[in-house]
Protein backbone atom coordinates (compact mmCIF):
# COMPACT_ATOMS: atom_id res chain seq x y z
CA UNK A 1 0.00 0.00 0.00
CA UNK A 2 2.95 2.41 0.53
CA UNK A 3 4.22 2.03 -3.20
CA UNK A 4 1.01 2.79 -4.32
CA UNK A 5 0.39 5.91 -1.98
CA UNK A 6 3.81 7.00 -3.00
CA UNK A 7 3.01 6.36 -6.65
CA UNK A 8 -0.32 7.44 -7.34
CA UNK A 9 1.04 11.36 -7.50
CA UNK A 10 3.28 10.42 -10.87
CA UNK A 11 0.25 7.95 -11.85
CA UNK A 12 -2.30 10.53 -11.82
CA UNK A 13 0.43 13.52 -13.45
CA UNK A 14 1.05 10.48 -15.96
CA UNK A 15 -2.85 10.29 -16.73
CA UNK A 16 -3.83 13.72 -17.06
CA UNK A 17 -0.81 13.57 -19.89
CA UNK A 18 -2.35 10.86 -21.77
CA UNK A 19 -5.84 12.59 -21.22
CA UNK A 20 -4.49 15.85 -22.91
CA UNK A 21 -2.44 13.88 -25.75
CA UNK A 22 -5.49 12.02 -26.11
CA UNK A 23 -8.02 15.30 -26.27
CA UNK A 24 -5.67 16.65 -28.78
CA UNK A 25 -5.02 14.22 -30.84
CA UNK A 26 -8.57 12.98 -31.28
CA UNK A 27 -9.93 16.62 -32.11
CA UNK A 28 -6.71 16.86 -35.21
CA UNK A 29 -7.95 13.55 -35.81
CA UNK A 30 -11.79 14.06 -36.20
CA UNK A 31 -11.16 17.26 -38.53
CA UNK A 32 -8.60 15.43 -40.43
CA UNK A 33 -10.73 12.45 -41.20
CA UNK A 34 -13.60 14.30 -41.78
CA UNK A 35 -11.50 16.44 -44.69
CA UNK A 36 -10.23 12.96 -45.82
CA UNK A 37 -13.91 11.52 -45.97
CA UNK A 38 -15.39 14.26 -48.05
CA UNK A 39 -12.32 13.65 -50.00
CA UNK A 40 -12.46 10.22 -50.94
CA UNK A 41 -16.43 10.85 -51.61
CA UNK A 42 -15.31 13.77 -53.78
CA UNK A 43 -15.91 13.29 -57.79
CA UNK A 44 -11.88 14.55 -58.73
CA UNK A 45 -10.33 10.71 -59.13
CA UNK A 46 -6.63 12.38 -58.10
CA UNK A 47 -8.57 13.53 -54.47
CA UNK A 48 -10.05 10.04 -54.26
CA UNK A 49 -6.57 8.25 -54.95
CA UNK A 50 -4.38 10.07 -52.68
CA UNK A 51 -7.45 9.56 -49.53
CA UNK A 52 -7.13 6.38 -50.44
CA UNK A 53 -3.61 6.02 -50.30
CA UNK A 54 -3.53 7.82 -46.80
CA UNK A 55 -6.35 5.91 -45.25
CA UNK A 56 -4.82 2.50 -46.34
CA UNK A 57 -1.27 2.97 -45.50
CA UNK A 58 -2.04 4.22 -42.13
CA UNK A 59 -4.64 0.79 -41.66
CA UNK A 60 -2.31 -1.09 -42.94
CA UNK A 61 0.73 -0.55 -41.03
CA UNK A 62 0.75 -0.60 -36.84
CA UNK A 63 0.62 2.33 -34.78
CA UNK A 64 4.40 1.83 -33.46
CA UNK A 65 5.90 1.73 -36.86
CA UNK A 66 4.06 5.11 -37.44
CA UNK A 67 5.37 6.18 -34.48
CA UNK A 68 8.87 5.60 -34.92
CA UNK A 69 8.47 6.82 -38.91
CA UNK A 70 7.46 10.38 -37.92
CA UNK A 71 9.56 10.50 -34.39
CA UNK A 72 12.86 8.86 -35.72
CA UNK A 73 12.60 8.90 -39.35
CA UNK A 74 10.67 12.13 -40.34
CA UNK A 75 13.47 14.08 -37.69
CA UNK A 76 16.53 12.85 -39.65
CA UNK A 77 15.32 15.35 -42.39
CA UNK A 78 16.82 19.34 -41.89
CA UNK A 79 13.44 20.89 -42.83
CA UNK A 80 11.46 18.73 -39.91
CA UNK A 81 11.54 18.78 -36.59
CA UNK A 82 9.49 17.12 -33.67
CA UNK A 83 9.51 16.82 -30.15
CA UNK A 84 8.42 13.71 -28.53
CA UNK A 85 4.94 15.27 -27.32
CA UNK A 86 4.66 16.87 -31.06
CA UNK A 87 5.40 12.89 -32.90
CA UNK A 88 3.25 11.23 -30.35
CA UNK A 89 -0.20 13.59 -30.77
CA UNK A 90 0.42 13.90 -34.50
CA UNK A 91 0.91 10.14 -34.78
CA UNK A 92 -2.60 9.30 -32.80
CA UNK A 93 -4.45 11.93 -34.43
CA UNK A 94 -2.81 10.37 -38.13
CA UNK A 95 -3.91 7.11 -37.28
CA UNK A 96 -7.50 8.07 -35.74
CA UNK A 97 -7.91 10.53 -38.85
CA UNK A 98 -7.44 7.65 -41.41
CA UNK A 99 -9.91 5.42 -39.79
CA UNK A 100 -12.63 8.36 -38.92
CA UNK A 101 -12.49 8.97 -42.46
CA UNK A 102 -13.66 5.29 -43.00
CA UNK A 103 -16.30 5.95 -40.52
CA UNK A 104 -17.42 9.19 -41.51
CA UNK A 105 -17.41 7.62 -45.12
CA UNK A 106 -19.64 4.90 -44.58
CA UNK A 107 -21.81 7.49 -42.47
CA UNK A 108 -22.41 9.95 -45.26
CA UNK A 109 -22.70 7.05 -47.64
CA UNK A 110 -26.00 5.32 -45.66
CA UNK A 111 -27.80 8.45 -46.03
CA UNK A 112 -30.82 7.69 -48.53
CA UNK A 113 -30.06 9.89 -51.81
CA UNK A 114 -33.84 11.13 -51.49
CA UNK A 115 -31.91 12.82 -49.00
CA UNK A 116 -29.87 14.82 -51.34
CA UNK A 117 -33.12 15.35 -53.85
CA UNK A 118 -35.36 16.80 -51.33
CA UNK A 119 -32.15 18.99 -50.29
CA UNK A 120 -31.63 20.44 -53.99
CA UNK A 121 -35.68 20.93 -54.31
CA UNK A 122 -35.54 23.19 -51.18
CA UNK A 123 -32.91 25.24 -52.81
CA UNK A 124 -29.73 24.21 -50.57
CA UNK A 125 -26.23 23.76 -51.87
CA UNK A 126 -23.87 20.82 -51.80
CA UNK A 127 -22.35 22.62 -48.91
CA UNK A 128 -25.43 23.09 -47.48
CA UNK A 129 -26.74 20.24 -48.06
CA UNK A 130 -24.07 18.21 -46.19
CA UNK A 131 -24.01 20.67 -43.09
CA UNK A 132 -27.55 20.95 -42.60
CA UNK A 133 -28.57 17.59 -43.68
CA UNK A 134 -26.42 14.62 -44.36
CA UNK A 135 -24.12 15.16 -41.55
CA UNK A 136 -26.54 15.26 -38.60
CA UNK A 137 -28.31 12.48 -39.56
CA UNK A 138 -24.95 10.66 -40.54
CA UNK A 139 -23.37 11.44 -37.22
CA UNK A 140 -26.24 9.67 -34.88
CA UNK A 141 -25.25 6.68 -36.74
CA UNK A 142 -21.47 7.22 -36.28
CA UNK A 143 -21.82 7.93 -32.73
CA UNK A 144 -21.27 4.04 -31.88
CA UNK A 145 -17.93 4.09 -34.22
CA UNK A 146 -17.00 7.13 -32.67
CA UNK A 147 -16.55 5.92 -29.46
CA UNK A 148 -15.06 2.81 -30.52
CA UNK A 149 -12.01 4.55 -31.99
CA UNK A 150 -11.53 6.69 -29.61
CA UNK A 151 -11.28 4.52 -27.29
CA UNK A 152 -8.68 2.29 -29.00
CA UNK A 153 -6.85 5.76 -29.50
CA UNK A 154 -6.77 6.36 -25.64
CA UNK A 155 -5.21 2.94 -25.05
CA UNK A 156 -2.94 3.23 -28.55
CA UNK A 157 -1.16 6.49 -26.18
CA UNK A 158 0.06 3.98 -24.25
CA UNK A 159 2.43 3.02 -26.84
CA UNK A 160 4.24 6.87 -26.32
CA UNK A 161 6.18 5.57 -23.68
CA UNK A 162 8.67 3.83 -25.70
CA UNK A 163 9.67 7.69 -26.94
CA UNK A 164 9.85 8.61 -23.55
CA UNK A 165 6.24 10.42 -23.13
CA UNK A 166 5.92 10.46 -19.62
CA UNK A 167 2.28 9.52 -19.81
CA UNK A 168 0.49 6.94 -17.76
CA UNK A 169 2.23 3.54 -18.88
CA UNK A 170 5.50 5.62 -18.81
CA UNK A 171 4.80 6.63 -15.02
CA UNK A 172 3.86 3.37 -14.24
CA UNK A 173 6.65 1.88 -15.81
CA UNK A 174 9.26 4.08 -13.93
CA UNK A 175 7.26 3.51 -10.57
CA UNK A 176 7.13 -0.59 -10.60
CA UNK A 177 11.25 -0.41 -11.83
CA UNK A 178 11.39 2.23 -8.52
CA UNK A 179 9.82 0.14 -6.17
CA UNK A 180 9.71 -3.71 -7.74
CA UNK A 181 6.23 -3.73 -6.80
CA UNK A 182 4.98 -4.84 -9.71
CA UNK A 183 1.92 -6.53 -9.67
CA UNK A 184 0.27 -3.58 -7.71
CA UNK A 185 1.87 -0.50 -9.54
CA UNK A 186 0.83 -2.03 -12.71
CA UNK A 187 -2.98 -3.08 -11.28
CA UNK A 188 -3.59 0.65 -10.33
CA UNK A 189 -2.37 1.78 -13.99
CA UNK A 190 -5.07 -1.19 -15.45
CA UNK A 191 -7.45 0.35 -12.97
CA UNK A 192 -6.75 3.98 -13.96
CA UNK A 193 -7.29 3.12 -17.51
CA UNK A 194 -10.53 1.19 -17.21
CA UNK A 195 -12.20 4.30 -15.25
CA UNK A 196 -11.17 6.70 -18.14
CA UNK A 197 -12.56 4.71 -20.76
CA UNK A 198 -15.88 3.32 -18.88
CA UNK A 199 -16.72 7.14 -18.04
CA UNK A 200 -16.07 7.63 -21.56
CA UNK A 201 -18.54 4.64 -22.84
CA UNK A 202 -20.76 6.35 -20.29
CA UNK A 203 -20.46 9.57 -21.89
CA UNK A 204 -21.18 7.81 -25.14
CA UNK A 205 -23.82 6.74 -24.10
CA UNK A 206 -25.48 9.46 -22.57
CA UNK A 207 -24.68 11.07 -26.03
CA UNK A 208 -26.39 8.28 -28.10
CA UNK A 209 -29.94 8.54 -25.84
CA UNK A 210 -29.63 12.62 -26.55
CA UNK A 211 -29.64 12.04 -30.14
CA UNK A 212 -32.53 9.59 -30.07
CA UNK A 213 -34.99 11.70 -28.19
CA UNK A 214 -34.55 14.67 -30.83
Same mark, same amino acid.
Given at each position: ?? +??????????? @?????????????????????????????????????????? /????????????????? @?????????? @????? @???????????????????????? /???? !????????? +???? +?????????????????? !????????? /? !??????????????????????????????????????????????????????????
Amino acid at each position: ME +NIMNALPYLWE @GLQFTLYIFFIAIVIGFALGLLVALLRLAPSKILNWIAKIYV /DAIRGTPFIVQLFFIYF @GLNMLEFISF @GRVSA @GILTVAINAGAYYAEIIRAGIQSI /DKGQ !TEAARSLGL +NATQ +NMRYIILPQAFRRMLPAF !TNQAIISLK /D !TSLLSVIGIAELTQQGRIAANATFDYFSIWFVVGVMYFIVIYLLSLLADFAERKFEMR
